[in-house]
């Protein structure tokens, strides 16, 4: 038994105790107060009745104690022994220790057995998703390649081009979502392992919009970054720049030519914030709750491309850092994206 229950068990004697000590002198003064004109003998009786009382008290506190902690003890081996894979004997007469060891013996087994099982189908996934990547790269490849060649030749006609770029559009929307999926998976099954570190906000958010610079500069959108230099997160980096990369990109599709995305780092005790605000059609306030939602689309968005993937895949990475995503967002004002980062 642990130090915290011998305590405790001290505690709940040393009190008793005290009650009945108290009990008893008290009916000691009670009994000598209205007995001092009466004889001796009923005193002595009395005072010896008292003694015996106060004994028998002290020794079945202590007996039952005695006992408390045998049990404690013998469960507390039960449970070392499970773990350890011993068995143990608990006696014939303890038939409910002797239960209780049996069921801890068989929860421990099933844990470790169900253990393995996800194990086993983790590598599983592991495998299944390392052989999609590997399988579907090479093709899509050649057909973005061959496509893109075909095109600079100048003796094909008009028809032929326009079908040769949509053989490439949907060529690289087929990549985008296979490498999203495998991403996915990936995230999921918990086979990619975050290195967080004490990593510098503002080199994220220069990653992050180097990334989407050449789409926002298409639009001629203007993206500001307010942000201070000494700001740190414990996070991924890489992954973190994916996550906020999947959000500048919705910004920058959703927001009209010209418009205007603002990045500003808020520093707080236990958290990060980084506020992405842009002045696109925003989100309808019923479907807030379901935009981080697996290939879910909002209804304003259907001439847009896309495969509502990217936000859910941001949750997912900042959720696995420790962290959290907010939205606030009006109609045809824009929306703010609001990520909570470790501090």
């Known amino acids: 038994m642990n130090n915290c229950n011998v305590k405790a068990f001290n505690k709940i004697y040393i009190s008793f105790c005290t009650i009945l000590l108290l009990l008893c002198s008290f009916f000691m003064a009670f009994t000598l107060y209205f007995d001092i004109m009466a004889k001796n003998k ?34 507390d081996n039960i449970v070392t022994n499970a773990i350890n894979e011993e068995n143990i004997v608990t006696g014939y007469e ?56 075909i095109l600079e030749n100048e003796s094909i006609d008009e028809y032929t081009k326009d079908i040769l770029k949509d053989i490439k559009n949907q060529s690289e929307r087929l990549n985008f979502l296979i490498q999203s999926l495998i991403k996915m998976s990936r995230l999921e099954s918990n086979i990619i392992s975050l290195k967080q570190s004490k990593t510098k906000i503002i080199n994220v958010l220069t990653k992050s919009v180097q990334e989407v610079y050449h789409d926002a500069d298409k639009k001629q959108l203007d993206i500001k970054v307010d942000c201070s230099e000494d700001i740190t997160s414990n996070i991924d980096i890489k992954w973190t720049v ?70 859910y895949l941001s949750r997912q990475i900042v959720s696995l850092q420790g962290g959290y995503i907010k939205v606030s967002s009006k109609v045809n004002e824009g929306s703010t994206f609001s990520i909570f980062l470790p501090s």
């Open 42 to 75: 009923v005193i002595l009786i009395s005072t010896l009745f008292i003694i015996s009382i106060f004994i028998i008290g002290i020794l079945f506190i202590y007996i039952i104690r005695k006992k408390v902690v045998e049990i404690i003890n013998s469960l």
């Open 242 to 311: 994916e996550a906020i990369v999947n959000i500048l990109e919705n910004s920058i599709k959703y927001t009209n030519a010209k418009g205007r995305i603002e990045i500003c780092v808020t520093s707080y005790e236990l958290f990060r914030r980084i506020d992405i605000k842009d002045t696109g059609i925003g989100i309808c306030e019923s479907e807030i709750n379901n935009i981080f939602k697996r290939f879910y689309r909002c209804k304003n968005v259907v001439n847009y491309e896309g495969v509502g993937i990217g936000l």
């Open 94 to 149: 303890e038939t409910i220790l002797s239960s209780l060891e049996n069921k801890i013996h068989r929860y421990i087994k099933i844990n470790k057995s169900n253990k393995k099982s996800i194990e086993n189908e983790r590598n599983n996934v592991k495998s299944l998703v390392a052989d999609i990547s590997h399988q579907t790269k090479t093709p899509i490849s050649n057909i973005l390649l061959y496509s893109q060649l």
